[in-house]
């Protein structure tokens, strides 16, 4: 039978037959998505993605493997409708992708879904090699892995050989920002790009998120995984610069035994600790601003949760922070990045018309926007898939 798309105000048909036995007066759209990296930003996107599609009374189901930063009660931060599927996938060797391809595989016999979304590197592989014909496939990569300057030469090309089969087994790459869209189509010669942006609930709201008053001392704060990405010994150089005068202080865990954990209990900069998300955002929101010093990114969910709670935001110079907060904020250097800091910390008129300019560049990502973008997406899969 035809399936109808059902989206807010309108109904897109999209002509996909399924199996008799799910044949439903008034069928739903089921989208499967499929996540290794199941903690942090990506996390962050597909349980907000997921809760807004079941929201919508869209079927949905997640199957996700285990990292070090997945929360301890990820079953909570879901919609109860949302199926969670754990496919056992707790470390990355070839044995253990070769066994999880085999499981995606079978869920997607038996659930059946209209499209099949993976998310990140790993599940883009796995899952493009995994992949039944019967059903369309979206790839996010949120941060392409080949990108990452920290890795080596020929790692890095075996990485790019990788995501280019990925593109071609895939019906669309749904890219999270223009620069990612961009390294999809010129790297990659991916021929179907599509771009929908990132998106947080609490930018859905005219004003945002009230942050809590700042402590008469200005606070500067790092946030995430203390990790290669977020360039910690960098990081911990320009806290350390802007002290006396100013607090710091990191809102996330380092990596236990590595040189950024040594590095920032060397510097004494208070780290909290890996914090549930209620809480970790509760810490920002106190914050006079927010350092995001990394080596790549895909589209960094802490901006969007910082300027929703008129906190300030510098940037390392990337083409995602460059898209997203303008060339006014984001330093190519350490030293610009301590001067604009603590001019920032150092006028408040200059920090308010700057934070002010960040939440109107912003305001357009919320989630629901975020959602009607991959609702449409899928809508016209679905219609390709159909002709």
Partial sequence: MARALRTPGRTAQAGLERHPASAQADTQLRVLHVIEAFGSGTYEVVRILSNGLAERDMQVAVAHGHR??????????????????DVGWERRNPAIHARTAVRISRLIRDWRPDVVHLHSSFAGVVGAASRSFGHPVVYTPHAYAFMMPTRGAAQRAALRGAEWLVARRVDV????????ARTAARELGARN???????????????????????????????????AQQLPHETIRILSALRPGVDVAWIGA?????????????????????????????????????????????????????????VVVVARDLDVTRELLGPQSVCTTEAEAVGLVSRLVGDPEFRQATADDQRARLAQFGAQRMVDGWLAIYGEMLGRASS
């Fill in 254 to 310: 380092p990596v236990p035994g590595s040189d950024g954990e040594r590095a920032v209990r060397e510097a004494g900069i208070p780290c909290t600790g890996w914090l549930p998300r209620a809480d970790a955002l509760d810490h920002l929101g106190h914050a006079t601003a927010y350092l995001h010093w990394t080596a790549w990114d895909g589209f960094p969910l802490s901006i969007l949760e910082a300027v929703a709670r008129n």
């Fill in 193 to 227: 790009v599509r771009c929908v942006p990132n998106g947080i609930p609490e930018l859905d709201e005219p004003r945002g998120v009230h942050a809590a008053p700042t402590t008469t001392q200005p606070l500067v704060v790092a946030m995430g995984r203390m990790e």
């Fill in 68 to 85: 070090p930063e997945t929360p301890t009660d990820a079953r909570g931060g879901f919609d109860p409708r949302v199926e969670l599927v």
């Fill in 173 to 180: 790459i749904g890219a999270i920002s223009q620069s990612e």
